[in-house]
């Protein structure tokens, strides 16, 4: 991908992988919430380790775009396209 044509579906399957860990996130958070209420303490780690994951996927996926960004910025007008 070097192109900001071959970026637009790359970006936008990123963003649909970030929404979906996004809404997984949500439902771990829930959960833990839920499973505090109810006394059960075992739910709480998984469900962290599991939300921390996601958090390093999601950063990483960040990371790459703003890379993606860069080098695309650092071309020639001409090369663009």
């Given at each position: ?44 780690l ?7 994951v ?23 007008p001409?090369?663009?396209?």
């Amino acid at each position: 991908m070097g192109t900001p044509r071959q970026g637009l579906p790359l970006f936008t399957a990123m963003c649909v992988l970030i929404g979906t860990l996004v809404v997984i996130q949500l439902w771990l958070l829930a959960a833990a919430i839920d499973a505090t209420l109810s006394d059960q303490q075992a739910v709480l780690l998984p469900a962290t380790l599991a939300s921390v994951v996601l958090l390093g996927i999601n950063g990483a996926l960040l990371l790459y775009a703003l890379d993606f960004d860069r080098r695309l910025s650092g071309r020639a007008p001409h090369e663009r396209d």
